[in-house]
Nanobody, 116 residues
Framework: QVQLVESGGDLVQAGGSLRLSCAASGSIFSISTMAWYRQAPGKQRELVAIITRGGSSTNYADTVKGRFTISEDNAKNTVYLQMNSLKAEDTAVYYC?????????WGQGTQVTVSS
């Protein structure tokens, strides 16, 4: 089992920045990739960014490319999502996800609200 705890969500003005954190604990040796998803009201959940453990590969949704950066600190078992130039359409609940060969683990989510 893997436990994930997100933090860092907040209310911010358009154009501002936030950094989300996701602290992992438990059987983290089984994790191959970490990702951030988001879900806005009335919309489907979407993949925002993904990183392989060790940071060798990252990928981003087109909607956030160039504005968001996913990174990891293995010493702290933490993954970050740096979000810059935030837009109103970035408003959503952001979820951290850990993927092993057998399953996905989800955090409880953190709310990001961008006011225009």
């Amino acid at each position: 089992q893997v436990q994930l705890v997100e933090s860092g969500g907040d209310l911010v003005q358009a154009g501002g920045s936030l950094r989300l954190s996701c602290a992992a604990s438990g059987s983290i040796f089984s994790i191959s990739t970490m990702a951030w998803y988001r879900q806005a009201p009335g919309k489907q959940r979407e993949l925002v960014a993904i990183i392989t453990r060790g940071g060798s590969s990252t990928n981003y949704a087109d909607t956030v490319k160039g504005r968001f950066t996913i990174s990891e600190d293995n010493a702290k078992n933490t993954v970050y999502l740096q979000m810059n130039s935030l837009k109103a359409e970035d408003t959503a609940v952001y979820y951290c996800v850990a993927q092993s060969s057998q399953t996905h683990y989800w955090g409880q989510g953190t709310q990001v609200t961008v006011s225009s």
